[in-house]
């Protein structure tokens, strides 16, 4: 009896086994009816069982039928599950037949399904789920590729500049760099804002050789977008290189000599050379070539005016150039003791200021015309432009003693503000 109860136990076990692994090949069966919801019934009874669950048919099966369902739903999550799945597989079988043979099909469309997710979230502005998924993305591709089973996913480039640019907004800058950079590496030609997200991350960063290196980059391959020519000024701004940024804005305007928009940007550039300011606003030491600058800014603003006589912001700036240089002088006359006072310097540098403030005042009037012609529709950067031009004139005419027109200019402050 005893030898017939010891076999019977054994027969009992083997049908056991062998209803399980049923269990796969029917859910693998309902996977292609797309019967679903029997698919994962059938193939959690076989991961519950303990002769089946450690098979690498089970985990590939149970691979296939969350595949299935998360194509079908667009679900990331049981994407992500049928790839872990489909990972233990391989990881007890490494040349599973059935991987050898589709598994390729089925890691792209998990690829597909978790990449699609991440542009759905990047549409919503949802940055950090955007780079999550992207970022899953990308880690199916990376273990399939590596696996050697005859078949690869190709590199998407496009995202994995939107995995970059996910990175940057949900502020993983370090992750957005390794991103973007690899873009840049690909070629990548669909977004000129990656070389310009780019260059400002490695800004931040303080990395001024890749800084440079992107914005470069930018410009060849973007030859038309003007974003990278500003960039680059700033850039050698920024780095103190004014040299190479005088070359640069030197070279615009020779280009373009009749351009208003561009004599005028340089004439601004090359004034806020020779009038450096900290961080905190406040004036820096004059570079050695402070007359020099100051000469090309006035013949810049003088050029821009005949290009364009009503524009008031070019008014403005060639009326501030003479302002501030009659400012300098007679902070220079202030700090004089009462004996220097009276002495011929005092009167030169009285001289100056005079003449200088005459000589912007016409300017400033002009500016001041154009600007209240067109009040109602100021952008803020030119209500404060027009705001620092009737202060100005306030000063210039309380120095005349020219009350009546320091009242004027008094009560367009007020409806200003």
């Not at 037949?97 to 390729?104: D, H, Q, R, S």
Request: aromatic residues 10%; hydrophobic residues 35%; proline residues 3%.
């Amino acid at each position: 009896m005893k030898k017939l109860l010891v076999s019977f136990i054994f027969c009992s076990v083997g049908v056991s086994a062998m209803a399980q692994r049923a269990k796969v090949n029917s859910a693998d069966e309902a996977v292609k009816s797309n019967d679903l919801v029997k698919a994962k019934a059938d193939i959690q009874a076989a991961l519950e069982n303990e002769k089946t669950k450690n098979e690498a048919k089970t985990w590939y099966v149970k691979g296939k039928v969350f595949e299935a369902s998360a194509t079908k739903d667009k679900n990331s999550a049981e994407a992500m599950e049928a790839f872990q799945a489909y990972k233990k597989a391989l990881e007890i079988n490494p040349k599973l037949p059935e991987a050898l043979l589709e598994l390729n099909r089925g890691m792209f469309n998990l690829y597909a399904t978790v990449g699609n997710v991440g542009y759905g979230n990047l549409n919503d502005q949802k940055w950090d789920s955007a780079y999550g998924h992207f970022s899953e993305a990308f880690s199916i591709a990376e273990f399939y590729n590596g696996k050697n089973l005859g078949g690869t996913i190709p590199t998407d480039t496009s995202m994995t500049f939107y995995a970059g640019y996910a990175a940057n907004m949900a502020g993983k800058k370090d992750d957005a760099i390794t991103y973007l950079k690899k873009a840049a590496d690909l070629q990548f030609k669909g977004e000129p804002a990656l070389f310009v997200i780019l260059a400002q991350a490695y800004e931040e960063k303080g990395d001024n050789a890749n800084w440079l290196k992107a914005i470069e980059d930018g410009k060849k391959m973007f030859p038309k977008d003007k974003r990278f020519n500003d960039m680059e000024m700033i850039y050698y701004s920024k780095t103190g290189k004014t040299s190479e940024l005088l070359t640069m804005l030197e070279k615009k305007v020779q280009e373009n000599p009749n351009d208003f928009q561009t004599v005028l940007d340089y004439g601004i550039r090359v004034d806020n050379l020779a009038n450096p300011h900290t961080e905190k606003n406040e004036d820096a030491p004059k570079p050695a070539n402070y007359d020099e600058l100051m000469g090309k800014a006035e013949g810049a603003y003088k050029k821009a005016i005949e290009l364009k006589a009503d524009d008031a912001t070019a008014n403005f700036q060639l009326g501030a150039l003479y302002f501030n240089r009659a400012v300098g002088f007679n902070k220079e006359l202030n700090g004089m003791d009462s004996k220097q006072q009276s002495s011929p310097k005092a009167k030169e540098l009285q001289t100056k200021v005079e003449g200088l403030m005459n000589t912007a005042l016409p300017f400033f009037e002009k500016a001041d015309e154009n600007f209240t012609a067109k009040a109602a529709s100021l952008e803020p950067s030119d209500k404060q432009t027009y705001e620092s031009c009737l202060y100005a004139l306030q000063k210039i005419y309380a120095i005349k003693n020219q009350t009546d027109k320091v009242e004027a200019v008094k009560k367009k402050l007020d409806n200003l503000k």
